[in-house]
Structures are given as structure tokens and as C-alpha cells.
């Protein structure tokens, strides 16, 4: 079972450079989520997708963009990077709790990104 | 503001110690809070609790939350080095919101 799978794991970007973080997970789910880790910080999330073709901005959107052309997949696009991304990057889909109806997360291995 | 505040953010103990993490939360409609460990690498799932005083026990590892106070607590007995690391919060709400919020963590290191 692959469950989530995040790349790259590491990357280094000189500013003003875009790229993208790549997630898929094999689970069938509806619901995926990016989150990006700072020190001390705990998790925030960045975007969220309820399906495919639908997206919608989470706490600290500014600065990415994502798409959901399939349920597969669900892309983290930096446009023009800014020291301030450097942090932890997490993909992660949603398992609903068939007893109690609540959400259960499952998260990508991360992705590090630098940008100097 | 923060909706989820953890405490201690960092707690330094020594093997065989039992330490108690904290968790309250400010949400208006509540849904449940989870708790994750995080060692290196991804989150993974510990417990979920929906319902006041019921204990969630898995091991050495068992969890509780007060709806009424809005908090909860994951207690770790006999700890060893491998339960160092960050154990994260959760929360999620009601109607329609499709979001888990996260405090910061509780970095615990267990010593030898």
C-alpha cells in the first residue's frame, strides 16, 4: 500500500524560481490537504480539495496555487518562491471515521524546501 | 488567535518517567481532536476522541478530553527514548468545515 506519496523530498530554489510539489495517494480518497510545517509552529494548512475539480484556499494560501484534474492527484505549485516558503511541506488525504463520523488524516513523507 | 494551544511546547524527561501532555481548544462547533505523533517524518495517527470521559488506551500511550473544559490530555507511562518526538493536537469542527486545526506541538525527548 503506497498511501500518500510526496516528491521531491528535498529541494533547494534560488528566489523568484517556481516549481511543483507532487501528491498522489492510491487510497481513492475525496478529500486532500497541503500543509506546511515551520519550527515550532505546527501545521498549517495551505490548501484543500473536497474532490476533483474543486479546490479551495486554507489558511495561508498566498503564494501557491493547486489544481485537481484527477482524485489521484493534487499538485502544490510555488510561482515565484520567496525565502518565506522555506518550511516542511505535507500532503495528506482524509479517512472518515465510519463510527463517529470524524476525520482522520493520512500524510506524505514531506518534502523540504529551501529557498535561498 | 490560536484555537489550539499545546503545553509544554518542549518537555525533557528521563526513561521510566510518565509525562502528561496538554491540548485545550476555542472551537464553536466541535467535531473531535486527534492526536499524532510525529518522529521524523510524516504525522501518524494515535487516537480520536469524540465523547467526554471516555479514554482512548493503546499500550503505554492513553488519551482523555473534557468537552465541557475543552481540553485533553495524552499521558505516556514508562516512557522510553523511542516516544521521543512531537506530539501534535488536532481539532476539528462541525457544519461543514473540512478542516483540522493543528496547535503546535509538544517536542518531548526522553532521555536514557
Known amino acids: 500500500n503506497a498511501g500518500v506519496t510526496q516528491t521531491p523530498k528535498f529541494r533547494i530554489l534560488k528566489i523568484g524560481q517556481s516549481m511543483t510539489l507532487q501528491c498522489t495517494q492510491d487510497m481513492n480518497h475525496n478529500y486532500m490537504y497541503w500543509y506546511r510545517q515551520d519550527p515550532g509552529m505546527g501545521l498549517k494548512l495551505i490548501y484543500y480539495s473536497v474532490g476533483a475539480g474543486i479546490t479551495d484556499k486554507g489558511e495561508v494560501p498566498n503564494g501557491y496555487n493547486v489544481s485537481r484534474s484527477t482524485t489521484e492527484d493534487f499538485p502544490l505549485r510555488l510561482e515565484l518562491a520567496a525565502p518565506s516558503q522555506t518550511s516542511v511541506y505535507f500532503c495528506?488525504?482524509?479517512?472518515?471515521?465510519?463510527?463517529?463520523?470524524?476525520?482522520?488524516?493520512?500524510f506524505g513523507a514531506g518534502s523540504r524546501l529551501t529557498v535561498l | 488567535e490560536d484555537k489550539v494551544v499545546q503545553s509544554p511546547l518542549s518537555l525533557v524527561v528521563h526513561e521510566g518517567d510518565t509525562v502528561t501532555l496538554n491540548c485545550s481548544y476555542e472551537v464553536t462547533n466541535f467535531r473531535s481532536l486527534l492526536w499524532y505523533k510525529q518522529e521524523k517524518k510524516a504525522p501518524t495517527f494515535l487516537f480520536m476522541l469524540?465523547?467526554?470521559?471516555i479514554e482512548k488506551k493503546s499500550g503505554r500511550l492513553s488519551s482523555i478530553l473534557d468537552k465541557k473544559e475543552l481540553f485533553s490530555i495524552l499521558n505516556i507511562t514508562a516512557t522510553q527514548t523511542g516516544d521521543s518526538a512531537i506530539y501534535l493536537c488536532?481539532?476539528?469542527?462541525?457544519?461543514?468545515?473540512?478542516?483540522?486545526?493543528f496547535g503546535k506541538g509538544t517536542k518531548l525527548t526522553v532521555n536514557p
Open positions: 488536532a481539532v476539528e469542527e462541525q457544519g461543514g468545515s473540512e478542516k483540522l486545526v
Open positions: 495528506a488525504s482524509r479517512t472518515r471515521d465510519r463510527g463517529s463520523g470524524a476525520n482522520v488524516l493520512t
Open positions: 469524540t465523547s467526554s470521559g
